[in-house]
């Protein structure tokens, strides 16, 4: 009898012994998982965590020898698969092997508000509910701009901040505080019997030709709209869209809302729209600014109408409508590099990259003629669709670039044309005399004529009536470059006009279209 015990004290305690001599792994809320280590200790051999449906590995370490924990936060909602190889102590190796393996798998937990859409009453705090506790959050009004608040125990409410009676937050909560999550937006809305709406962006801010704008009710969509969606001011292309029970979302498409637009949404009657610039109303506004300056140049730049390159930081613009309108309002980054090595000093100083100038504006002139349009070297809607179909269809000017340098000098007056780098030909020339000068300064090309009739008063007051002048290009005025027989040239002779024997005018003709720069300078 006393065997028969003795014998089964001593199988229990090599069970005991047995099991011990086993590794084990189990998930742990501090960590993606905890290795328990067999009887006498062990040592990790190897060790990895797959995540995703890409099953790439996710960089982990160990603490206190026995947690394994990420060194990036892991998604929520990912499948992980850990395995772990652990060497036994000797001692016991024998038992079962030096080497064990431990495999766990499980997917992260996801956060879920209880909703996302929140009444809130007079005089009470905003709060955001959860299924489940959570122990961290992120909050903010804008998706990538979002506060963290790690939790100092595990709660199944938050609050939220607040600015007036009505609006709209972006949530990103974790039910571990080492998880991510993707971000979800909420919204609030004061209490009542009547129908309310946010919308986001909110009323009265600026947006681009491409951003969607969201109205979201207190009320389900089907209960305050029925099947008429809002009317939408200006008729643009796109389409409206139900989201959710409580939300409807417009996303343009093509050239969406157009630069310089002001976009108005128009609810139905009995709803109001809360929050925004624009307090409480039946409808909400938004605006869609002009295209900047030096986006204008960019294109221009990249379709060959300035002296410069534009070459991009990194990545550039799509081609489509959307993407380009978009960098029309936010331009990308990148440099503009001088086309030609020898480029006039005259030219250099005018230019300046995001400043309206005469050489950009004489680069918008000379665009505007290429594409039938009024040449007055204004950014106007129209334009800037131009620009951007010219854009998207890649369609180069080739012309390339001139410059015209007009010299009033007492040794010699002169006219020499620039273009692509080179001088092509240097002519003696006249200028207006005393009481009738050519202004100097730099003017662009507004008027191409190949023949016309000039009349005016010269300067001791007597008229002129003067048909078939040749090869004119108006620049200032009534100034311009043309041919005209005189017995001799290289002093001042004419009534304000650069006259040009006819050889040269005839050539240089064809390099100063509406938009070519003149420069006249002493």
Known sequence: MVAAVVLAAVAGAFAIVLVSAKASIGRDDAGLARIGMPLGGGRIVSMSVIGG???????????DGSLIVAKRPVP???????????????????????????????????????????????????????????????????????????????????????????????????????EKSPTAQISYFPAGGSASAVAEPASGTPITPATPIRISFSKPVAKVLGTHMPTLLPATSGSWKQVSDRAIEFTPTGYGY??????????????????????????????????????AQQ????????????????????RNPSAQESAAVDPPAGKFVWRYPN???????????GEDGVVTKGAIMMFESDHGMTSDGILSPAVWKALIDTAAAD??????????????????????????????????ANTGVAGAATALGTYP?????ESTTMSGTNADGSTYVDPGILWVSYFNGGDALHYYDRA????????????MPLTAAAKIWPYTPVGALVDVST
Not at 488 to 499: A, D, H, M, R
């Open 53 to 63: 449906r890409g099953r790439k590995p996710l960089p982990v370490r160990v603490t």
């Open 76 to 178: 929520a909602n990912e499948h992980l698969r850990i395995r772990v190889v652990i060497r036994r102590p000797g001692w016991i190796s024998w038992l079962d092997g030096k080497h064990q393996t431990l495999t766990l798998s499980y997917v992260t937990p996801t956060a879920s508000a209880r909703t996302h859409y929140l009444t809130v009453g007079k005089g009470s705090r905003l709060r955001l509910r959860f299924k489940a506790p959570i122990e961290a959050y992120e909050v903010g009004t804008e998706p990538a701009k979002l506060t963290r608040h790690v939790l100092r125990s595990p709660a199944s409410s938050v609050p939220l901040p607040q600015s007036g009676p009505a609006g709209s937050l972006y949530v990103a909560a974790q039910i571990h505080r080492w």
């Open 258 to 295: 157009g630069l310089n637009t002001r976009v108005q949404v128009v609810l139905p009657g009995g709803v109001r729209l809360v929050g925004g610039q624009s307090g409480t109303a039946s409808s909400g506004s938004w605006t869609v600014p002009n295209g900047s300056l030096i986006r």
């Open 299 to 318: 294109l221009l730049a990249l379709l060959g109408y300035l002296p410069v390159k534009f070459r991009y930081r990194g990545r550039g613009v799509g």
């Open 343 to 353: 480029t006039p000093d005259q030219l250099k100083a005018q230019w300046q990259p």
């Open 395 to 428: 369609k180069k000017s080739g012309f390339g670039y001139s410059f015209v340098m007009v010299h009033e000098a007492d040794s010699g007056e002169a006219t020499t044309l620039w273009h692509n780098g080179k001088t092509i030909i240097t002519t003696p």
């Open 445 to 449: 090309v507004f008027e191409h004529l």
């Open 488 to 499: 001799s040239y290289g002093f001042p002779q004419s009534n304000g006009c650069v006259e």
